[in-house]
C-alpha cells in the first residue's frame, strides 16, 4: 500500500513536471476559466520549482493556498515541512495587498518593503525561486485596471533587481467584465509569456475573448505568426456576420504582424473589435519606431506596405505606448457590399 502510494506520488510529479516547462517563463500570465485549471498549472510550477531545491513564494486567497497545498501532497511535496524550512511561503493576497496599498493606491516604496523584503531575504539563500501572486487579481475584479498595471510594473522592477520566476493569474470572466481590449493588452505586455488556457478553445498562447464583439490574442514573433493573425482575425469576423470587410482586414493584418515580426522582432498582440460603425484591428508590439508611410511606393519588404494599409481602410494610425506601439486601422461597416 505504502509502496503503491509513493508510485503514485511519482507519477504525479513526472506528469507536472511535464506540465510545468511551459510555465518557467520569466513573468509568466496565466486566464483561467475554471479552478481545477488553475490548481493544475500552478501546483506543475511549484512542483518544478521543489525538484530545482529552489524556493516558492506563494500570495493567494486561503481558499487557493489550501488547495494548492492539498495538491502538493498528493504529488509528494510535504508542504508543512517545506513552511518550516522556509522553502515555500504562503501569503494571504488581501492582506498583502493591504500591506502595499496606501491611501488606496499601489504604493512602489511599500511593495519594495513588504514583497521586494521578502524576495531578497529569500534570494540571500541561493536557491531558486519560483513566485505565484493573485493581488492583480484581485485588484482587477475590484475594477481597478491602473492599480493593476502598476502592481504588474512594480513586480517587473523587483524581477531587474532579483532574478526569481513569477507567474500570475487572471479569471477570464473578470477580464471579460473589467477589460477594455487595450488594456487587457498592455497588462500582457508586460509579461513574457501569455499561457494557454484549456477551456479557451484556441490551439496557441493566447489572450482570452474580451465578449461577442472583441478579439484579443497574443502572438510569438515567428515566422508562422502572421498567417496565424490572419486566421485569428478571419475567424473572429466570420464569427460576427463581418465577412464583407474581411478580405481588408486580412490585408491589414497580415502587414502589421509582418512589421512586427521583421522590424520590431517582438511578440505582438492583436485586438480586433467590431461594433455598430465597424470593425478596428490593432496591432500592439514593443517597438517605440512608429511606422512611416513611404512616398516612393506602396510596396515595401514587409509586404504590401502602408500605403496599401491607408487604401483599403477609413482611417489608420499609430500611436506610443508604455511599453511600445500600438499600429490601428479601421473600417467602415457600410463601405462593404
Not at 9 to 19: D, L, P, S, Y
Not at 26 to 43: M, N, Q, T
Not at 146 to 166: G, H, K, P, Q, Y
Not at 186 to 197: D, F, I, N, P
Amino acid at each position: 500500500m505504502f509502496l503503491r502510494r509513493v508510485q503514485g506520488a511519482q507519477t504525479g510529479r513526472a506528469r507536472m513536471m511535464v506540465e510545468a516547462q511551459q510555465t518557467d517563463c520569466g513573468h509568466a500570465v496565466c486566464f483561467y476559466e475554471r479552478d481545477s485549471d488553475l490548481i493544475g498549472r500552478v501546483a506543475a510550477y511549484l512542483t518544478a520549482g521543489e525538484a530545482d531545491a529552489g524556493a516558492s513564494i506563494v500570495i493567494a486567497t486561503e481558499e487557493h493556498r489550501r488547495v494548492f497545498e492539498l495538491t502538493l501532497e498528493k504529488a509528494g511535496i510535504d508542504a508543512e515541512k517545506a513552511q518550516k524550512l522556509g522553502t515555500y511561503i504562503a501569503l494571504d493576497a488581501s492582506v498583502t495587498l493591504s500591506q502595499i496599498c496606501v491611501d488606496g493606491r499601489v504604493d512602489g516604496e511599500a511593495f519594495g518593503s513588504v514583497v521586494g523584503g521578502l524576495v531578497r531575504q529569500v534570494a540571500r539563500t541561493g536557491r531558486p525561486i519560483r513566485a505565484y501572486g493573485e493581488m492583480v487579481s484581485l485588484l482587477w475584479e475590484a475594477g481597478d485596471v491602473m492599480a493593476t498595471i502598476e502592481l504588474e510594473r512594480l513586480w517587473n522592477d523587483l524581477r531587474r533587481e532579483v532574478a526569481f520566476s513569477l507567474l500570475c493569474a487572471y479569471r477570464s470572466e473578470s477580464v471579460s467584465t473589467f477589460g477594455e481590449p487595450e488594456a487587457v493588452a498592455e497588462v500582457c505586455g508586460l509579461h513574457s509569456a501569455v499561457l494557454r488556457t484549456p477551456a479557451n478553445g484556441l490551439d496557441a498562447p493566447g489572450r482570452p475573448s474580451l465578449g461577442p464583439q472583441r478579439r484579443v490574442f497574443w502572438f510569438e514573433a515567428g515566422p508562422d505568426a502572421p498567417r496565424a493573425a490572419r486566421a485569428f482575425v478571419v475567424q473572429a469576423l466570420r464569427q460576427w456576420g463581418r465577412e464583407s470587410l474581411e478580405a481588408d482586414a486580412e490585408l491589414v493584418v497580415a502587414e502589421l504582424a509582418t512589421n512586427a515580426v521583421i522590424h520590431a522582432q517582438s511578440p505582438f498582440t492583436v485586438v480586433v473589435r467590431s461594433d455598430d460603425f465597424g470593425v478596428r484591428v490593432a496591432v500592439y508590439d514593443s517597438s517605440r519606431v512608429l511606422p512611416a508611410r513611404r512616398i516612393e511606393g506602396v510596396r515595401t519588404q514587409s509586404g504590401h506596405g502602408l500605403g496599401i494599409i491607408a487604401a483599403v481602410a477609413g482611417s489608420w494610425g499609430s500611436d506610443l505606448t508604455s511599453d511600445g506601439k500600438v499600429v490601428w486601422a479601421e473600417f467602415d461597416a457600410r463601405s462593404g457590399p
